[in-house]
């Protein structure tokens, strides 16, 4: 890759996020690209080594400034896709890149629109943001419509505690919600990062608006009446709220199910998520920006998975 081209460090390369965003960049052709990890000998990270991504290894719960620094020195953008044991890590991040001179700093974000105080985990991102925007770093956060992979009801080859939730209706199933392709995330952040539009502001990318009862009647001509009948779980928003209930107060060790709750009761009964509420919020909208993207609808998003389906986050839900 050329030295002249602007240097693009990603921490978290080997999450599910990670690894698109990674990709959009290559794709792209004018970024040099550094992936941070703790394990650099996981397979992933081998093969972007052998496509010229430069591999630092590092744990960010042990990490030294004089690491950050050495490894941030000479970068343009960095971006960050953490675990949630690693957002206060971030921190760190933002001080050595202040220190080395990076101009744009992506936080770990890829999450929904959501005002604060309605999920526990989307709290501590909005806190990092304010850590950033008081540090001085110029910023881009990034918001997207929920995962299309999360969405469409799984076809029944796929089982398991994500297969069971993606078939489960929250409340009337009548709540618009955007929605954003997983896989083309890094050719959308891509576009981004070498946008001064974008600078210290806050973009919406979304692909597609549409309810759960949408999904599940394309679903429906897709995979038949009798897959709908056999896999299909309504929860009434009152025994949602139960189950939400319970976990918000569930002990720490199952915090992953108060993030999962807080979610679905964010997207799927307060409706959080749709480009409207976003642009509201002050985020800028990614299609008006980008007109020329055309982007595949929902349906057909569907169609492609269910003629090749495979799990997402294959490695855990929140990803390391």
């Not at 770093?137 to 997207?144: H, I, K, Q, W």
Request: net charge negative; with cysteine.
């Amino acid at each position: 890759m050329s030295q002249q081209k602007p240097l693009v460090v990603v921490f978290g390369a080997s999450g599910e996020t990670g690894r698109s965003i990674v990709e959009g960049l290559l794709r792209s052709a004018e970024f040099r690209v550094a992936a941070v990890a703790r394990n650099p000998s996981k397979p992933n990270l081998v093969k972007f080594a052998e496509r010229g991504v430069t591999v630092h290894q590092a744990d960010l719960l042990a990490v030294t400034q004089e690491r950050l620094r050495e490894i941030l020195t000479g970068a343009d953008s960095v971006i960050a896709t953490l675990p949630a044991d690693c957002f206060e890590a971030q921190k760190e991040i933002v001080e050595a890149a202040k220190a080395v001179g990076v101009k744009r700093f992506v936080p770990d974000d890829f999450a929904t629109e959501a005002p604060t105080g309605v999920m526990y985990l989307h709290d501590q991102k909005l806190a990092i943001r304010e850590y950033i925007k008081k540090s001085g770093l110029g910023y881009t956060f990034v918001e997207v419509g929920y995962w299309m992979q999360m969405v469409l009801p799984w076809p029944a080859q796929l089982t398991g505690f994500l297969a069971d939730m993606t078939r489960e209706v929250v409340g009337t199933g009548d709540v618009p919600l955007a929605l954003t392709n997983l896989s083309h995330i890094g050719d959308y952040v891509a576009r981004v990062i070498k946008d001064d539009r974008t600078l210290n502001q806050t973009v919406f990318i979304w692909e597609d608006e549409k309810t759960q009862n949408q999904g599940w009647a394309h679903t429906e001509r897709r995979l038949g009446s009798d897959f709908v009948q056999q896999k299909k779980k309504v929860i009434p928003e009152a025994e949602f709220m139960k189950q939400l209930e319970a976990a918000r107060t569930a002990p720490i060790e199952q915090i992953v199910m108060r993030y999962v709750e807080e979610y679905r009761y964010s997207l799927y009964i307060r409706g959080d998520n749709t480009a409207a509420k976003a642009k509201a919020a002050g985020a800028l909208d990614f299609k008006e920006l980008y007109p020329d993207v055309k982007a595949p609808t929902f349906e057909e998003f569907m169609d492609a998975f269910y003629e090749s389906p495979r799990v997402p986050y294959a490695d855990g839900f929140f990803e390391t």
